[in-house]
C-alpha cells in the first residue's frame, strides 16, 4: 500500500526535448521529494513539495504535488546531455512522518 | 562545506568477515539515515538514528546488521559475517533536526563486494 509507481522506468529522448516522469502509490503522501543519482554518486535532492497542490521550479526542472496526494510528477524542459542519470521520487507517507520510501528510479538516456 | 562523508568507497570482503562501514554527517546535522541499493533498484531504507540512539531500524535485518551513531565519531554499519547477498551501495545520508524526518543530503556511498 505504501510502494511508489514510478514510471517510466527508463526513457530515451533527444537533445533539446522536455522530459516527463512521475510516481504514484496508492497510499496519500505527506510529503514528495525528487533525487537525481550519477553513476558511482549519492543521490542529490532536486526539489522537495510539501503541501498538496504545490508547485516548484529548480532551473530547468518542475515538479508538482498531485491534488489528491497520492502522485507527483517532474518535468525537465530543453534536456542537455548532463541531465543524464537517475531520477528518484520519494515520499514520506501518511502517518508515518519518520519514514522515507523510494521509487525504483526512471532512468534518463539522451541521445547524440 | 563538507558533505556527508562515506568510507571507505569501495569495500571488499570474504564471506564469514565483517564489515564496517562509516559515515559522518554534514556538520550541524544529528540525523542519520542508512540506505542499500542493489544494481537497477531504488533506494531501500534501513536504519535512522540520532546521537546516541536508533529511531528506527525497522528496515534493518534483525541478525548480523547493526548500527550506531555515538556521540562523538561517525556512525557505523556494520555487517557481522558477511554473504554474498550482502553485496550492494550502501548509502548515509543526515538531515537538520528542523527537518529531521528527510534525508536532505547523502553521501557518495560505500560499494560492498562480497567475494
Known amino acids: 500500500g505504501q510502494q511508489l509507481n514510478q514510471s517510466p522506468q527508463s526513457m530515451f529522448i533527444q537533445e533539446g526535448e522536455d522530459v516527463s516522469m512521475n510516481c504514484t502509490s496508492s497510499s496519500i503522501f505527506n510529503t514528495w521529494l525528487w533525487y537525481k543519482q550519477e553513476p558511482g554518486e549519492g543521490p542529490v535532492l532536486l526539489i522537495a513539495l510539501y503541501k498538496a497542490g504545490e508547485l516548484t521550479s529548480n532551473g530547468r526542472l518542475t515538479a508538482q504535488f498531485g491534488i489528491t496526494r497520492k502522485d507527483s510528477f517532474l518535468n525537465i524542459s530543453a534536456s542537455i546531455p548532463s541531465d543524464v542519470g537517475i531520477y528518484f521520487c520519494?515520499?514520506?507517507?501518511?502517518?508515518?512522518?519518520?519514514?522515507?520510501?523510494f521509487g525504483k528510479g526512471t532512468r534518463l538516456h539522451i541521445l547524440p | 562545506n563538507a558533505g556527508v562523508m562515506q568510507n571507505p568507497r569501495h569495500l571488499v570482503r570474504r564471506r564469514g568477515q565483517e564489515a564496517r562501514l562509516r559515515c559522518s554527517p554534514m556538520?550541524?546535522?544529528?540525523?542519520v539515515y542508512w540506505y542499500r541499493q542493489l544494481p537497477e533498484e531504488g533506494l531501500k531504507f534501513m536504519v535512522y538514528?540520532?546521537?546516541?540512539?536508533?529511531?528506527?531500524e525497522s528496515g534493518m535485518p534483525k541478525e548480523r546488521f547493526s548500527a550506531e551513531f555515538p556521540k562523538e565519531g561517525p556512525s557505523i554499519l556494520r555487517i557481522q559475517q558477511v554473504v554474498r547477498g550482502d553485496s550492494a551501495a550502501y548509502f548515509c545520508?543526515?538531515?537538520?533536526?528542523?527537518?529531521?524526518?528527510?534525508?536532505?543530503?547523502f553521501g557518495d556511498g560505500t560499494r560492498l563486494s562480497i567475494l
Open positions: 520519494a515520499g514520506t507517507p501518511k502517518g508515518r512522518d519518520d519514514k522515507i520510501i
Open positions: 538514528l540520532q546521537k546516541e540512539n536508533i529511531i528506527d
Open positions: 545520508a543526515s538531515s537538520p533536526l528542523e527537518i529531521s524526518n528527510q534525508p536532505q543530503h
Open positions: 556538520k550541524g546535522h544529528s540525523h
